[in-house]
């Protein structure tokens, strides 16, 4: 029988050059980031502001105008900041009116106004009505500015009732 000769058995060995390399990169990252932290670290000093170089955001006036949610889709009543207008024509023209005044007091407000998902539009399409006529009142008034009022406005649907006091 003839034997067949076993091939060498292979060594396998690590090759470390690659790991000592980023080993070395990262001892040199380390030393200059330490250095760098030390030089941060230097007292520094900042320039003075001078009067009117910088100035303060100014913030817009709004007003908050929530349609009160009732029984099935219909409004309850209206609130305006923390006054309440019934959902008839007389509380509608009494929304108009507070309206109005407060247009005439900062012709640049903004009305955020505020529903439930479950209102009806026929109950929010009033307020958009009464803060453009308000915002006419408001301009043909003898005091008013120049330029007019525009009336500005932001619509936020909610989806929770309980957010306004609930359906009663």
Excluded at 7 to 17: F, K, Q
Excluded at 23 to 49: C, D, H, N, Y
Excluded at 163 to 168: L, N, S, T, V
Aim: hydrophobic share 45%; with cysteine.
């Amino acid at each position: 029988m003839a034997r067949r000769a076993l091939p060498p058995i292979a060594r396998v060995e690590a090759n470390l050059t690659p790991m000592i390399d980023v080993s070395f990169l990262l001892i040199v990252f380390f030393v200059l980031v330490s250095r760098i932290g030390e030089v941060e670290r230097a007292p520094l000093e900042l320039p003075e502001v001078r009067a009117g170089a910088a100035e303060q955001g100014r913030e817009e006036a709004r007003v908050v105008l929530s349609v009160l949610p009732g029984i099935d889709g219909k409004a309850r009543g209206y609130r305006l900041d923390l006054d309440e207008f019934p959902a008839d024509p007389d509380g509608l023209v009494m929304l108009t009116e507070a309206l109005s005044a407060l247009y005439r007091g900062n012709p640049a407000l903004a009305v955020n106004l505020r529903a439930d998902q479950s209102t009806h539009y026929e109950w929010i399409s009033p307020c958009f009505r009464a803060a453009t006529t308000a915002a006419t009142l408001a301009a043909n008034a003898a005091d008013a500015p120049v330029e007019g009022i525009v009336p500005r406005m932001n619509l936020v649907v909610t989806s929770e009732s309980s957010r306004f006091g609930g359906a009663q």
